[in-house]
């Protein structure tokens, strides 16, 4: 069966899936509208002069889905899948991420079609800086604030500021981009927050006891998918809580080893070789044999659509975390639920990045440095109230189907019954629930 893989077509389903248990929404067509609709896509071409003198030319493009909530927020890619559609779903889903975060952002994306693992250092710095010359006011402390994302790390956010910086000369600029180094109001735990919010969103959710047979994740096998900055620092981080790695993986192939890999051997092949296929102790496979492999928590980490209806019934994890964004498809995430899998969704289990983002911006508008305990801690207590949030929400939901049942065949007489809301239905019904709670406080302007 073919499914339509666009992101921002499988963004409208989730939204369109959450929208029977949003009080008033359901009937209000309009406002659903309104809280789905992108407000700001910006299309910039960027030509830039590469290392062999010739001028190429690259498309750029920043969404602002939403600024209902606070400034818009959300990373920047670089990436030969970058389009329009692609990065209007990312700014979706990190509206609903900062919303069920509960962290005073909209949300945004960028991004850059490109593929930087083929460009220099040069080229990507004249790209980051052309493309934020290009956007210009677009992006600013208080209106858009970007951060990292596939393919962009510490130092593209250098050059980010930089660029905004000498732009807008005698205002602190720091607070326009997060995921900056640490000598450059950078936050310290920036680039692990990712992968430790995961490990918190798991570790919580497990604790509560809704997964049979496993509440903690000492002794767990755990396959990654991805070893770009999520993946990577997740490995590590399951395996110092005392998990085994069972596999990891990236665009070359996957290194599989069901007994454990050694962690810190597979980052020094990847450094050595530029990827883990073939590292010590490990049996190649291709690049999605690790999201098939025999474990207890499947961590894909890579990026959209690759738990689809073609592989979800040879997943064999019964608890997935989803680290990357938009990894499964609405049709897997349908057979995977009737296949008894819990899927972690995206926008809960992922938002460990942008809630550390969130703490350097504020970092960075006091003019202060945070310490590490300080922003784990917090972090910490950040992922367990929404992984609450999340669980409390479905519980509540399940107990009231015969209710939502019945307001939905006489909102929508004759259609399909709801199935059984997963996390991530119930993950999207708080965030848009708490972005149209914002709107309808706000009002419609005029
Ligand atoms: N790119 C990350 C994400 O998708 C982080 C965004 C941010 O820190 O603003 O959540």
């Given at each position: 069966m073919a499914e339509d893989l666009n992101p921002h077509a499988i963004a409208r389903t989730q939204f369109d899936n959450a929208l029977p248990y949003v009080d008033s929404l359901v009937g209000w067509k309009g406002m659903a509208e309104w809280l789905f609709a992108p407000e700001k896509i910006v299309t910039v071409t960027l030509p830039v002069v590469m290392d062999d003198g010739l001028v190429r030319t690259f498309q750029g493009y920043r969404v602002i889905h939403s600024t209902g909530r606070g400034p818009g927020k959300g990373g920047i890619r670089f990436h030969p899948s970058v389009d329009e559609d692609e990065v209007k779903a990312?700014?979706?889903?990190?509206?609903?991420?900062?919303?069920?975060?509960?962290?005073?952002?909209?949300?945004?994306?960028?991004?850059?079609?490109?593929?930087?693992?083929k460009l220099s250092l040069e080229e990507r710095r004249r790209i980051t800086?052309?493309?934020?010359?290009?956007?210009?006011?677009?992006?600013?402390?208080?209106?858009?604030?970007?951060?990292?994302?596939?393919?962009?790390?510490?130092?593209?956010?250098a050059w980010i500021y930089d660029t905004y910086s000498m732009m807008h000369r005698g205002t602190n600029s720091l607070p326009v981009v997060t995921g900056k180094p640490l000598d450059l109001g950078g936050i310290v735990g920036r680039s692990t927050a990712t992968a430790r919010g995961v490990f918190f969103c798991t570790e919580r959710f497990l604790a509560s006891g809704r997964l049979p047979k496993r509440s903690t994740i000492d002794g767990a096998r755990v396959a990654i998918q991805g070893f770009g900055n999520a993946g990577r620092h997740a490995a590590t981080i399951y395996r110092d809580a005392g998990a085994v790695i069972v596999a990891v993986s990236d665009t070359r192939g996957s290194a599989l080893a069901p007994q454990g890999l050694d962690v810190d051997a597979v980052c020094?092949?990847?450094?050595?070789?530029?990827?883990?296929?073939?590292?010590?102790?490990?049996?190649?496979?291709?690049?999605?044999?690790?999201?098939?492999?025999?474990?207890?928590?499947?961590?894909?980490?890579?990026?959209?659509?690759?738990?689809?209806?073609?592989?979800?019934?040879?997943?064999?994890?019964?608890?997935?975390?989803?680290?990357?964004?938009?990894?499964?498809?609405?049709?897997?995430?349908?057979?995977?639920?009737e296949r008894g899998i819990t899927v972690l969704p995206d926008i809960l289990a992922n938002a460990g990045g942008v809630i550390v983002s969130y703490f350097e911006w504020v970092q960075n508008l006091q003019n202060e440095q945070w310490e590490a305990d300080h922003v784990d801690e917090s972090l910490r207590k950040h992922i367990y109230r929404s992984?609450?949030?999340?669980?409390?929400?479905?519980?509540?939901?399940?107990?009231?189907?015969?209710?939502?049942?019945?307001?939905?065949?006489?909102?929508?007489?004759?259609?399909?019954?709801?199935?059984?809301?997963?996390?991530?239905?119930?993950?999207?019904?708080?965030a848009v629930g708490r972005t149209k709670a914002t709107a309808e406080a706000r009002g419609v302007w005029p």
């Amino acid at each position: 069966m073919a499914e339509d893989l666009n992101p921002h077509a499988i963004a409208r389903t989730q939204f369109d899936n959450a929208l029977p248990y949003v009080d008033s929404l359901v009937g209000w067509k309009g406002m659903a509208e309104w809280l789905f609709a992108p407000e700001k896509i910006v299309t910039v071409t960027l030509p830039v002069v590469m290392d062999d003198g010739l001028v190429r030319t690259f498309q750029g493009y920043r969404v602002i889905h939403s600024t209902g909530r606070g400034p818009g927020k959300g990373g920047i890619r670089f990436h030969p899948s970058v389009d329009e559609d692609e990065v209007k779903a990312l700014a979706t889903w990190m509206t609903w991420k900062c919303a069920l975060a509960d962290i005073p952002f909209g949300g945004a994306k960028g991004g850059v079609t490109c593929d930087a693992a083929k460009l220099s250092l040069e080229e990507r710095r004249r790209i980051t800086r052309r493309f934020i010359a290009a956007l210009g006011d677009n992006i600013g402390p208080h209106t858009d604030v970007p951060a990292p994302d596939m393919y962009t790390d510490a130092q593209t956010m250098a050059w980010i500021y930089d660029t905004y910086s000498m732009m807008h000369r005698g205002t602190n600029s720091l607070p326009v981009v997060t995921g900056k180094p640490l000598d450059l109001g950078g936050i310290v735990g920036r680039s692990t927050a990712t992968a430790r919010g995961v490990f918190f969103c798991t570790e919580r959710f497990l604790a509560s006891g809704r997964l049979p047979k496993r509440s903690t994740i000492d002794g767990a096998r755990v396959a990654i998918q991805g070893f770009g900055n999520a993946g990577r620092h997740a490995a590590t981080i399951y395996r110092d809580a005392g998990a085994v790695i069972v596999a990891v993986s990236d665009t070359r192939g996957s290194a599989l080893a069901p007994q454990g890999l050694d962690v810190d051997a597979v980052c020094a092949h990847k450094d050595a070789s530029g990827s883990v296929v073939g590292a010590p102790g490990t049996t190649k496979g291709d690049p999605r044999a690790a999201l098939e492999v025999e474990c207890d928590l499947l961590i894909p980490a890579a990026m959209e659509n690759q738990i689809t209806l073609e592989n979800a019934a040879r997943i064999k994890a019964p608890l997935v975390a989803e680290a990357a964004n938009g990894p499964t498809t609405p049709g897997a995430d349908v057979v995977l639920a009737e296949r008894g899998i819990t899927v972690l969704p995206d926008i809960l289990a992922n938002a460990g990045g942008v809630i550390v983002s969130y703490f350097e911006w504020v970092q960075n508008l006091q003019n202060e440095q945070w310490e590490a305990d300080h922003v784990d801690e917090s972090l910490r207590k950040h992922i367990y109230r929404s992984t609450d949030a999340v669980v409390a929400k479905r519980d509540e939901m399940i107990a009231g189907m015969p209710t939502y049942q019945a307001r939905w065949q006489e909102m929508r007489p004759g259609a399909t019954p709801l199935r059984n809301p997963d996390y991530r239905i119930a993950a999207a019904v708080v965030a848009v629930g708490r972005t149209k709670a914002t709107a309808e406080a706000r009002g419609v302007w005029p």
